[in-house]
């Protein structure tokens, strides 16, 4: 499947159910790179805007850049409230941005869709000098006994989960991408909670996931029930996360 479009089925269950972002990545890149809020932000598959949203409260000019026009046409419609946002059809390895023109980059829950070689000369052709780059992920943790058999689940239902996956992104891609510059990696808690329907969406906003009307959804649907009710607390269920965010000056 085309990766620019294999969204576009999902996104009403991705702007609902889809995890934000810590705000203190914003505090941190802030503080750790000189980052100050009149600096201009570029999203790259900024997707619907969440990882586009925390930057955007505190200030920050963002352009998002998104080659999905459903995508993006929901972050247009989600985040147009803030005067600073504005956003451009385009790819990681053609943004359609001037050289030079920004002065960070984020990709939040998208770099592993990038053609790596050529994202890296676009992020520098349109990154300014000593531009920041911070390539972050909301990482579903494996591991309470709820979450191991979530991702059994996810392995037993899915299309090509295994082959996507962004945990197939190693620290050693991270650091043959920021090259012959140094990255470093921080790690943030993140958390959602769920009733059934929720942890339903969740499901649903993965693209390798059946869509309602495909084989074998309804026998997916049908363990996810039984998942929830063994582990179901007060009617919910809690999925934690570990926001791992690489940067540094590309």
Request: no cysteine; glycine share 4%.
């Amino acid at each position: 499947m085309d990766s620019t479009k294999r969204f576009s089925n999902r996104v009403e269950d991705y702007v609902k159910y889809r995890p934000h972002y810590p705000r203190e990545i914003v505090s941190f890149l802030a503080d750790r790179y000189d980052l100050s809020n009149d600096k201009l932000i570029a999203d790259i598959g900024a997707g619907t805007g969440i990882s586009s949203h925390p930057f955007l409260e505190e200030g920050y000019r963002v352009i998002a850049v998104e080659p999905n026009k459903e995508m993006l046409d929901k972050a247009i419609e989600l985040l147009s409230v803030y005067p600073e946002f504005s956003s451009v059809p385009g790819t990681a390895e053609k943004t359609t941005l001037k050289a030079h023109s920004v002065d960070a980059i984020i990709a939040g829950q998208a770099f592993h869709w990038f053609d790596r070689d050529k994202a890296k000369i676009e992020f520098r052709r349109i990154l300014k000098k000593a531009g920041v780059l911070a390539i972050i992920w909301n990482e579903r943790l494996i591991e309470s006994p709820f979450e191991v058999e979530y991702d059994a689940l996810i392995v037993k239902h899915a299309s090509d989960y295994v082959k996507v996956d962004h945990r197939n992104i190693k620290m050693e891609d991270m650091v043959r991408f920021f090259d012959p510059a140094p990255v470093e990696l921080n790690v943030f808690s993140n958390k959602q909670v769920f009733d059934l329907e929720g942890l339903k969406g969740r499901l649903l906003s993965s693209s390798y996931m059946p869509a309602k009307g495909d084989k074998g959804y309804d026998e997916m649907i049908d363990d996810l029930q039984l998942l929830f009710d063994r582990f179901k607390e007060n009617e919910l269920i809690v999925i934690n996360y570990a926001t791992r965010v690489y940067s540094g000056i590309l």
